[in-house]
């Protein structure tokens, strides 16, 4: 298996602008988590996932983000518009089962908002 | 509110020698914490857990210690190689959440 597969690994846009992160996860892994990283806050779960359903998005900043998760092969994180402060690396992780246990993070997706 | 957080934000050790990396925690309900290793430009990758009912596990040249009674949890790394340069965050779990800490960068002297 491939691991977790995120798409783009660099992205860069101007504010304003949308963005859309994508995530492939491990085959047979039913729990799906986005993660964003930086400096300043370290690591933040935006949303879980469960059986394709969301579970809890309490971490999902403001409406500007939105998740979904259309079948087990794939999920999008969605920001729009844009703002600078979304400036972060973007993980996709997954797992086995509806706990966190041994999640396996994808490379990540680093934003860049100017 | 509950807490992951290190004791130290960086770590330098001799090549060959064992490392210790040190993680206090707070929410005394957790039931599973886990250590993770991030290589620069990489995302965070599983070393090791150990379940709350457990003081120690030991993998392949890593050891996890859980001392409940004063909520510390250690990683260590024995006869540290290059390879072994990042940082190492260790993480809570209650039911699906996992809570990271700050992170210790550990740096591999030749």
Known sequence: DAGVIQSPRHEVTEMGQEVTLRCKPISGHNSLFWYRQTMMRGLELLIYFNNNVPIDDSGMPEDRFSAKMPNASFSTLKIQPSEPRDSAVYFCATSEGAGGTEAFFGQGTRLTVV | ?110
């Open chain 2, 1 to 110: 509110g509950e807490s992951v957080g290190l004791h130290l934000p960086t770590l330098s050790v001799q090549e060959g020698d064992n490392s210790i990396i040190n993680c206090a925690y707070s929410n005394s309900a957790s039931d599973y914490f886990i250590w993770y290793k991030q290589e620069s430009g990489k995302g965070p990758q599983f070393i090791i857990d150990i379940r709350s009912n457990m003081d120690k596990r030991q993998g392949q040249r890593v050891t996890v210690l859980l001392n409940k009674t004063v909520k510390h949890l250690s990683l260590q790394i024995a006869a540290t190689q290059p390879g072994d340069s990042a940082v190492y965050f260790c993480a809570e779990s209650n039911d699906y959440k996992l809570s990271f800490g700050a992170g210790t960068t550990v740096t591999v002297r030749a």
